[in-house]
């Protein structure tokens, strides 16, 4: 016996409409340049292997130099009119401008921001040591935060602490600049040294250390 709906007149069923993804389609061609028959235009203004300007050929004849040489026909700037190629060797391109990258990556210094922190009330040796470290800091490359910390009654010394931090200013002056001048943020007073642009590190041997004039507790 044969199904019989129970609506024959009803609508038809629905089903859900499928979705598809919105945006670019990616490109999924790597090559960040067309070469050969990817280059699709009627003409293009050719620069041979040379560097030599050869003028505007046909497309099919610039890939036929670039064969008959065996090596590529790369487009350089496929905005101009007409796009401009280049009879190249594609894969010796490449290599060169991924080593040339790598090259520059290795080169690329990056910059620490070394924190070192005092209270007003620290001892003479200890202010010499952590001079040390600042200078050391700034003599490697890297940025150093210096930090002076309030606490309770010790707020009443923030002269003090301004004077500090221009001492050691100072004292570094012959391979810092200060990025960033002493600034009171709540019960720290804040300073950023950096290493001077273009500055030459001193040369080896004992840093110059004078004695930091500490906060009078009297």
């Known amino acids: 016996m044969a199904f019989t709906p129970s609506n024959p007149a009803g609508p038809p069923p629905s089903f859900p409409r499928p979705r598809f993804p ?58 101009a009119q007409p796009p401009v190629c280049k009879i190249c060797d594609y894969g010796k391109f490449k290599y060169e401008k991924k080593k040339k990258e790598h090259l520059a990556r290795k080169k690329q210094t990056v910059i620490k921001v070394k924190e070192v922190q005092l209270r007003p009330q620290t001892e003479e040796h ?23 910390m309030f606490r309770g009654r010790e707020i009443t010394y923030v002269d003090q602490g301004f004077k500090m931090m221009k001492q050691l200013a100072e004292l570094v002056k012959d391979i810092a600049v200060i990025e960033a ?10 300073m950023i040294l950096a290493p001077a642009p273009g ?20």
Do not use: C, W
């Open 22 to 79: 919105r945006g670019p389609v990616p490109n999924q061609n790597k090559d960040e340049h067309r070469i050969n028959e990817r280059i699709r235009v009627p003409q293009v203004r050719l620069i041979d292997e040379k560097g030599a300007q050869v003028g505007v050929v046909p497309t099919s004849e610039a890939l036929q130099m670039a064969r008959d040489r065996g090596l590529d026909l790369m487009e350089v700037s496929p905005n």
């Open 126 to 148: 200890d202010l010499d040591y952590k001079f040390r470290n600042v200078r050391q800091f700034l003599v490697d490359g890297d940025k150093a935060k210096i930090t002076i």
């Open 181 to 190: 001048h002493p600034k009171l943020e709540g019960k720290k007073l804040i």
């Open 199 to 218: 500055g030459k590190k001193p040369a080896p041997g004992p840093s110059p250390v004078q004695p930091i004039v500490k906060p009078n507790q009297g």
